[in-house]
C-alpha cells in the first residue's frame, strides 16, 4: 500500500520536475540583455557575437532551445559559468553542499524547537509559559533574520568572542566537526528562528484544536494517563497538520539561506547566487535555481510520504 | 402504477439512476461507478404527501436533490404536470427544456421555473441560511430574483411569510446563529414558501429537532398544506413521523424502491421483510423489554460491489437461492396502489 | 483568545437579540493589538510627515559629519571631557555624513508603500485566483491549481530572487517579485476556505431561489470569504515589509540614492564593528513595523475567525475543576456497588455569565440496574454523565457541588492518578458519536489494548488475544481480521460495537452510555440495543443510558430519570412514568412523541426551555406549563416522593 503510493508519487512528480525546469529555463531565457555579450564584453565585434550565439545555440527556436538545454541538464552538463571558469555542475555541488549543512541544521532546529514549544504552549494554555513562547514567537516572527545575524555577530561574536563571525571553517587550523558546528551555530540559529515561531505557532493551535475533539475524551474516559492522551493521541493528529508546514518551512531556510550566508560569509548556494545575479552569470542563477528548487520538490515529496504513513484515511480518501 | 385513472399526477419519475463515475487515473483500472439510484419510478399527485423512508445511504436524499434540480440525473426523466422539466430523455420531445449538448433538459430558463414550482427544505436549517444575512435578506431572495418583485412589495410579504410559519416579526432581523434550529427550519420553511411553489421537497426537515420543537414544525407544516394547497415530498427515516404526515409511502433500500403503497397499507400489511425489520426495530413506548430483532450485525452491501441479486438477501429471514441470483422487479401486492419487490413477499 | 470575554458579555438568552459586539469593540478589547495599533499608526503617520517635518534633507551628504553617533549615545556614554557629545542629528549619520533620523522616516515611508503594496497585488490576484478555482471546481480549479503548485515547488525567497534577476534590481522589480512569490499563498488560502463555504447548504439554497452564479458569487460566497481575505492580508503585510527589505539588503531592491529600511541596513552592514548604530537603527524600525502589523493582524485574525468566535478555544483538562465547599459535604459513606451521585451540580463559566447545566441532581444506580435518563436538548444530560468521572471539559466546566460515589470512594475528592485508575476500570462509557469517539489513526486492535493495559499488567500479545475475544462478544464478524482495521474502515454500527467493546473490556462496575445509538440507524439501533441489553445482563455493570427518545429507554431500563433545565424532574419505574406521568413536562413530553398509528396533530409544548444562565425562579417549567400558578413561580421545588418508587419536582403533580 505505502509502497505503491510512493511509487505513484515519484513518477507523479516527473512533471512538477519537467514544469519546473521549464520555468526555470524560460525565466532565464527571457532575461534581458545578450549573454554573447556579457561574456566577450561590450567591445565585441558582431561577428564573434554571432559566432557565439551560434555556438551557444541561441540562434535556435526556443523550443529547440530547451529540448537541447534539458537534454544536458540531464547528462550532467550544466554549462560553465564565465564569472568562475568552471563548470556550473560541480560549483553548484559544491556550494549546495555548505548550504544543505546550514538549511539542514536550521530546519533541525526550528522543527525541534518548534514543536516543543508548541506542544507545551499548548497544554500550559494560558499559564506564563505560554505567554512567554507567545511573545517569544511573536518577536521570531517579526525580526528580519538577516538583522537578527548581525546583532548576534555583533554580542556573541565581537563582544564576547565566543563564536566565529563568520565563514564556515577556521582558516588556519580547523576543519574538524567541532570547528563546523562552531561556525555553525550561528547562522542555524538565526536562519531557524522565523521558522522556529512558525512552527510553534502552528503546532499550538493544532494541539489545542485536537484536545478538544471526541476522541480525546474517549482516551481519558479509557482512564490513560495525561502524558499518553497529549504525547500519543493528540500529538498523533496534530502533527498531520503540521507536517506540511515543516515543509513549507524547509523551503523557507532553503531561500532564507540567501541572507543570512551572505551575513555570516557561509560559502552556500545562497551566496552565490547573489553574487551570480550581480555579475548577470545566467548559466550559475539557472543551476543554482533549479539545484534548490529540485531538493525542495524531493523533500515535499518526502513531507507527503510521512503525511500518508501518519494518517492511513489519506490513502483510503485517494482511492474513492 | 399508482396514479388513479384519468388523473395526471403531478410530479412524476421515470427510471431515475444516478452514478457517481469513479475518479480515473492513469495508475488504476476504471472502477465501476456508484449506483445511488438505480430506477426510480416514482408519481405524486396535487395535493397529497409522499413520504420517503430508508436508512442513510438508501439514496433518498440524492433523489431529493434531484426532484429540486440540485443533481442531474444520469438517466431518466422528472416530468412535472406531464412535462418533462429534467433529465436525460433522448426519445420523448420536450416542451419545456431545450436539450442542450450533453442531453440535459436542465436549462437557465427551467431551472427558475422549476424553482417557483419546487421548493426544497433542508435538513440542516442553520447552515442552510447564509451566516452574513439577516433573516428578512434571506426570505427575500426567492422574491427578488425568482418572482422579480419590486423591493416596496418585500415588507407586507415578509411579515405574511413570517407570520404564516407562527415566528414573531422580530426573528426577521435576526441572524441565522441566532435562531434556535426549531426557529431556523421554519424560516427555512418560509423561504422555501416565498416563491409560491406548488411542491416543497423536505430533506428530513425535523430529524435535527427535539421531539416537543419536531411537533411544532410538523404542525406548521400540516396547517400550511392546507392552506396553501401544497404538495409534499417528505423524506426522513423516523417512520412514525412519516406515517403521521403522508398519505402515500415510498421504501427505499439501496437506491431502490422496494416498498410502495398507501399510509395503511405499507405500515399494517408490509408486504416487503425490509419493511417489517423497519418497523420491527423502532424502540415502541410501553413495550418494555422486548427486543425482537433477530439478525445480527448485517449491513449494506459495499457499494463498489453490488450484489447481483436483491441487495436485502444477505439480511433476509426469508431468503432463497433465487433472491441471491435475481433483482425482484416491483410487483402488485394486495391493496390500492400498492407494490413491492420481493421474490417471497409476506402476504396476508 | 483575548478578545473572548467582552463577545461573551453579548451571549445570547433565547428570544432576545443577542447585543452583539461590533469588530471594533472586540478589537479595541484586545490590548496588545491595540498596542499594535498605535505603533503602527505613529509610524505611518511620522513617515507619511516626512516632507513637511523640520529635518534636513535625506540625501544630503555633509562628510565632515560622517558616522556621528545617536546624540542620546553620546550623551549617555561619551566622556565629557575629550569628546564632548555634539549634536549630528538624533539618531547620528552615516558614512556619507546624511542624517540618519530624516534617511530612517523616509525609508519606512518607502518600505510601507512597497509591502502595501505587494501585499493589495497579491492580495488581489491571489484571491480572484483562489475563488474562480474553489468556487467553478472541476477542470478550472484543476489547471489553476496545477500552476500555483509548480509555483509553490520553489523555495519562495529563491523564486523571488530570480525574478529579480530577469526584471534586474530596482525597488518596482522587488514590489513585482514580493507580490507574484505571495500569490500562491493566496489563492491557496481563499480556494481552501471557498471550497468550503461552496459545500454549505446555503450556497445551494442560494440556486433555488434563483440566483445565477455570479449573483450567488458575489452575494454568498464572497462575504464569506471576505474575513480570510482580511486575515490573510494583515497577517502577511509584516511578511512582505520584511522581504523587500530582504531584497533591498542584498543590493537587488532600492537602488541608490532611494533608500528603503533594508538598503540601508545593508549598506550600514560594512560598517557594523566601526559605527553599528547605522545598521541597528534601520533594523529595529523594521522589526518594530512588522512587530506591530503582526499584533494588529493576530487582533484581526481573532476578530474575524469564526472558529474563535464560536466558542471558548480553550483546552480542556485531565479532569474537571472541582470547586466544592467540602465542610457541606456532610454524607455518610456509603457501601455501593452501584454509583450514588449526591447534589452533584456543575457550572459552566463563559465570561460573566453561569451556566448552570446540572443543578443539584442525586439519583442511585444500583448494582445490575439499568436507569434511562431522558431529556431534550440542553436539558443537562450528558454533562451529568460527564461529571460522574469528571470529563466535563474544563474550563468552562466546573463542578462546584456534590459527591460521586462509586465503592467507598468520592470521585471527586480523589486525586487524578486514582481518578484515572477507576476510569475505564470502575465506571466506563460509551459516547454518542462512533465516528469521532475513536482515535482515527490507530488500529482497532491497538486501541482496545491500550484500554486493557492502562489498567491490568498484561503482556501486549495477551492483551491483543483479550481484543480479539472481546471483538467476537460485541458480534463483529471476522474479529481476527478487524481487529486490524482502523476505525474509518468499519460502518457505523460497527464502530459502535468498537467502542463498547472498550467499554466493557475491563468489567467495570458502571457503565454509562451517552445517547449511544442517536447517530444510527434504526435496524442497527436495535441490533446495539439488544446487544448493550445481553452484555449488561452477562457483565452485572450497573447502565447509565442517556437518550432522549422515551421509545429506546422502555425496551432497556427498568427505571428512568425525566432531566428539564438541570434538573430531575421525575424519577421512577419506566412503566409509572410512561403510563401515570405526574410531572407536567413529562405529560407533555410524551404527548408530543409521534408514535406508529396516532393520529390527528401532535401535541406541542410553547415556548423554548429556559435559558441556563437565566434560570426562571421557582420551577423552571412553570413558565411553560399550563397547570401553573403563582405558587409554581415562587417557592423552589424539590424533589418530592409520590409513592415509594416515584418522584417528581412539582408542587401538584398530575
Known amino acids: ?320 | 402504477m399508482s396514479i388513479k385513472h384519468g388523473e395526471l399526477p403531478l410530479l412524476e419519475t421515470k427510471q431515475l439512476w444516478r452514478t457517481f463515475a469513479d475518479k480515473h487515473s492513469i495508475f488504476r483500472r476504471q472502477q465501476q461507478g456508484l449506483h445511488v439510484l438505480q430506477g426510480i419510478d416514482l408519481s405524486i399527485n396535487a395535493g397529497e404527501v409522499l413520504g420517503i423512508v430508508g436508512e442513510s445511504g438508501c439514496g433518498k436524499s440524492t433523489l431529493a436533490r434531484l426532484l429540486v434540480g440540485l443533481d442531474r440525473p444520469s438517466q431518466g426523466v422528472v416530468y412535472f404536470n406531464g412535462l418533462p422539466i429534467l433529465g436525460n430523455d433522448s426519445s420523448s420531445t420536450h416542451v419545456l427544456g431545450i436539450t442542450n449538448k450533453r442531453n440535459n433538459i436542465i436549462n437557465k430558463r427551467n431551472k427558475k421555473l422549476l424553482a417557483k414550482s419546487i421548493q426544497y427544505v433542508f435538513q440542516d436549517a442553520v447552515s442552510a441560511l447564509n451566516p452574513r444575512k439577516v433573516v428578512a435578506m434571506s426570505l427575500q431572495e426567492p422574491m427578488q430574483y425568482l418572482l422579480g418583485m419590486a423591493n416596496k412589495h418585500f415588507q407586507p410579504r415578509l411579515k405574511q411569510l413570517i407570520d404564516q410559519v407562527k415566528l414573531p416579526d422580530e426573528i426577521l432581523q435576526r441572524y441565522p446563529h441566532e435562531l434556535s434550529g426549531g426557529q431556523a427550519q421554519r424560516v427555512g420553511i418560509a423561504r422555501a414558501l416565498a416563491a409560491n411553489p406548488q411542491i416543497l421537497v423536505l430533506d428530513e426537515p425535523v430529524s435535527a429537532l427535539d421531539v416537543s420543537v419536531q411537533a411544532q414544525v410538523l404542525n406548521v407544516l400540516l396547517e400550511l398544506k392546507q392552506t396553501h394547497k401544497l404538495t409534499y415530498v417528505f423524506i426522513s427515516h423516523d417512520l412514525s413521523v412519516v406515517e403521521r404526515i403522508s398519505q402515500r409511502v415510498v421504501v427505499m433500500y439501496f437506491g431502490r424502491v422496494v416498498e410502495q403503497g398507501s399510509v395503511n397499507d405499507v405500515f399494517h400489511q408490509p408486504c416487503h421483510p425490509y419493511t417489517r425489520l423497519l418497523l420491527a426495530s423502532i424502540p415502541k413506548l410501553n413495550q418494555s423489554l422486548a427486543i425482537e430483532v433477530a439478525e445480527n450485525s448485517a449491513e449494506l452491501p459495499d457499494p463498489f460491489n453490488p450484489p447481483i441479486g436483491c441487495a436485502f438477501a444477505p439480511r433476509c429471514p426469508r431468503a432463497k437461492a433465487t433472491c441471491f441470483q435475481e433483482k425482484p422487479a416491483l410487483t402488485a401486492m394486495p391493496g390500492e396502489g400498492h407494490i413491492a419487490a420481493c421474490h417471497f413477499p409476506h402476504l396476508p | 483568545m483575548y478578545s473572548n470575554a467582552v463577545w461573551r458579555k453579548g451571549l445570547r438568552k433565547p428570544n432576545q437579540p443577542a447585543v452583539r459586539p461590533s469588530g471594533w469593540q472586540l478589537f479595541n478589547h484586545n490590548r496588545l493589538a491595540r498596542l499594535g495599533m498605535w505603533i503602527f499608526v505613529c509610524c505611518t503617520v511620522l513617515a507619511c510627515l516626512a516632507p513637511i517635518l523640520p529635518i534636513p534633507d535625506p540625501n544630503a551628504t555633509a562628510l565632515v559629519h560622517r558616522l556621528a553617533k545617536p546624540w542620546l549615545i553620546q550623551w549617555f556614554f561619551g566622556d565629557m571631557v575629550q569628546n564632548p557629545p555634539v549634536f549630528e542629528g538624533w539618531l547620528g549619520t552615516d558614512h556619507l555624513g546624511r542624517d540618519l533620523l530624516s534617511r530612517v522616516l523616509w525609508g519606512t515611508q518607502i518600505s510601507l508603500l512597497v509591502g502595501g503594496s505587494a501585499t493589495l497585488v497579491a492580495a488581489l490576484i491571489g484571491s480572484l485566483l483562489g475563488l474562480v478555482a474553489g468556487f467553478w471546481g472541476g477542470r478550472i480549479d484543476n489547471l489553476l491549481m496545477r500552476g500555483i503548485d509548480m509555483l509553490m515547488a520553489f523555495p519562495y525567497i529563491l523564486l523571488a530572487l530570480a525574478i529579480v534577476a530577469v526584471l534586474g534590481a530596482g525597488l518596482m522589480n522587488a514590489l513585482f517579485a514580493i507580490a507574484i512569490v505571495n500569490i500562491p499563498f493566496f489563492a491557496r488560502n481563499v480556494r481552501g476556505v471557498t471550497l468550503g463555504v461552496v459545500r454549505q447548504p446555503f450556497v445551494e439554497a442560494a440556486q433555488l431561489v434563483g440566483k445565477n452564479r455570479w449573483q450567488t458569487l458575489c452575494t454568498d460566497v464572497l462575504p464569506n470569504v471576505m474575513p480570510t481575505i482580511v486575515i490573510t492580508m494583515a497577517t502577511t503585510l509584516g511578511w512582505m515589509i520584511l522581504e523587500t527589505a530582504g531584497l533591498s539588503f542584498l543590493g537587488l531592491g532600492a537602488q541608490p540614492p532611494q533608500a528603503d529600511l533594508g538598503s540601508m541596513l545593508g549598506e550600514g552592514r560594512k560598517l557594523l564593528f566601526t559605527a553599528p548604530h547605522v545598521s541597528i537603527i534601520p533594523g529595529l524600525i523594521i522589526f518594530i513595523l512588522v512587530m506591530s502589523i503582526n499584533l494588529i493582524g493576530d487582533g484581526i485574525r481573532d476578530v474575524l475567525d469564526p472558529r474563535l468566535k464560536s466558542g471558548v478555544m480553550g483546552r480542556p483538562a485531565a479532569a474537571t475543576n472541582i470547586r466544592c465547599n467540602r465542610e457541606a459535604d456532610e454524607f455518610a459513606r456509603p457501601e455501593v456497588q452501584g454509583l450514588i451521585v449526591n447534589q452533584l451540580q456543575t457550572e459552566f463559566q463563559l465570561g460573566h455569565a453561569t451556566y448552570q447545566a446540572v443543578n443539584n441532581v442525586s439519583l442511585t444506580l444500583e448494582a445490575g440496574e439499568c436507569l434511562g435518563l431522558v431529556g431534550e436538548s440542553g436539558s443537562g444530560k450528558s454533562v451529568l454523565a460527564l461529571s460522574i468521572a469528571r470529563l466535563v471539559p474544563s474550563p468552562p466546566g466546573c463542578i462546584v457541588h456534590g459527591q460521586v460515589w462509586q465503592d467507598t470512594q468520592d470521585l471527586l475528592s480523589i486525586p487524578l492518578a486514582q481518578l484515572q485508575h477507576i476510569r475505564g476500570n470502575k465506571v466506563a462509557y460509551v459516547f454518542q458519536d462512533p465516528a469521532t469517539a475513536l482515535h482515527p489513526m490507530l488500529t482497532v486492535g491497538s486501541q482496545l489494548v491500550e484500554a486493557i493495559r492502562a489498567h491490568r499488567p498484561i503482556s501486549y500479545r495477551q492483551a491483543w488475544q483479550q481484543a480479539v475475544n472481546w471483538l467476537e462478544r460485541v458480534q463483529i464478524p471476522n474479529p481476527g481480521q478487524r481487529v486490524h482495521s482502523y476505525p474509518y474502515q468499519l460502518s457505523g454500527g460497527m464502530r459502535q460495537r468498537v467502542v463498547i467493546a472498550m467499554a466493557l473490556i475491563n468489567q467495570p462496575k458502571v457503565l454509562i452510555a451517552d445517547e449511544p445509538t442517536t447517530a444510527l440507524d434504526v435496524t442497527v439501533q436495535a441490533q446495539i440495543l439488544k446487544l448493550l441489553k445481553q452484555l449488561q445482563q452477562d457483565t452485572k455493570a450497573a447502565l447509565l443510558f442517556i437518550t432522549h427518545d422515551f421509545g429506546v429507554v422502555t425496551t432497556l431500563c427498568e427505571r428512568i430519570a425525566v432531566m428539564y433545565a438541570g434538573q430531575i424532574v421525575e424519577m421512577g419505574y419506566t412503566t409509572d412514568v410512561l403510563n401515570h406521568p405526574a410531572h407536567p413536562y413529562t405529560h407533555q413530553l410524551i404527548k408530543c412523541i409521534p408514535k406508529l398509528g396516532g393520529e390527528g396533530a401532535l401535541a406541542t409544548i410553547d415556548g423554548l426551555p429556559p435559558a441556563m444562565n437565566a434560570l426562571p425562579p421557582g420551577c423552571h417549567f412553570a413558565p411553560r406549563c399550563p397547570w401553573a400558578e403563582t405558587r409554581c413561580k415562587e417557592s423552589t421545588m424539590t424533589l418530592k416522593a409520590i409513592s415509594n418508587s416515584h418522584w417528581v419536582r412539582c408542587c401538584k403533580p398530575l
Open chain 1, 1 to 320: 500500500m505505502m509502497l505503491t503510493y510512493i511509487i505513484h508519487r515519484l513518477i507523479a512528480i516527473i512533471p512538477v520536475l519537467l514544469g519546473l525546469s521549464l520555468i526555470v529555463f524560460l525565466v532565464m531565457a527571457m532575461i534581458p540583455g545578450d549573454p554573447a555579450t556579457a561574456i566577450l564584453g561590450n567591445f565585441a565585434t558582431p561577428e564573434n557575437v554571432a559566432r557565439l550565439n551560434q555556438q551557444l545555440g541561441l540562434d535556435k527556436s526556443l523550443a529547440e532551445q530547451y529540448v537541447i538545454w534539458l537534454n544536458n541538464v540531464i547528462q550532467g552538463d550544466w554549462g560553465r559559468s564565465f564569472t568562475l571558469n568552471r563548470p556550473v555542475l560541480d560549483e553548484v555541488l559544491e556550494r549546495f553542499q555548505a548550504t544543505l549543512i546550514l538549511a539542514g541544521a536550521a530546519w533541525l532546529l526550528c522543527s525541534v524547537f518548534g514543536l516543543l514549544a508548541g506542544i507545551i504552549a499548548a497544554i500550559r494554555q494560558f499559564s506564563w509559559v505560554d505567554k512567554i513562547i507567545t511573545f517569544v514567537v511573536l518577536v521570531g516572527i517579526s525580526m528580519p533574520a538577516f538583522w537578527l545575524g548581525l546583532l548576534l555577530i555583533m554580542l556573541f561574536a565581537v563582544q564576547w568572542q565566543w563564536f566565529p563571525a563568520s565563514g564556515m571553517y577556521a582558516i588556519y587550523g580547523g576543519g574538524d566537526i567541532g570547528d563546523l558546528l562552531k561556525h555553525l551555530l550561528l547562522p542555524a540559529l538565526t536562519l531557524s528562528i522565523v521558522a522556529m515561531g512558525v512552527v510553534a505557532r502552528l503546532t499550538r493551535s493544532a494541539m489545542l484544536e485536537v484536545l478538544r475533539l471526541d476522541y480525546i475524551r474517549t482516551a481519558r474516559a479509557k482512564g490513560l494517563t495525561e502524558r499518553r492522551v497529549i504525547f500519543l493521541h493528540a500529538f498523533k493528529s496534530s502533527l498531520v497538520n503540521v507536517i506540511p508546514v515543516m515543509a513549507i518551512q524547509a523551503g523557507f531556510v532553503l531561500g532564507g539561506a540567501v541572507y543570512i550566508e551572505t551575513v555570516f560569509q557561509w560559502p552556500g548556494i545562497g551566496r552565490m547566487l547573489v553574487n551570480a545575479i550581480a555579475t548577470r552569470d545566467i548559466l550559475l542563477v539557472q543551476g543554482g535555481v533549479l539545484m534548490v528548487a529540485c531538493t525542495y520538490v524531493l523533500f515535499n515529496l518526502g513531507a507527503d510520504v510521512a503525511q500518508h504513513a501518519l494518517d492511513p484515511r489519506l490513502s483510503s480518501r485517494n482511492r474513492i
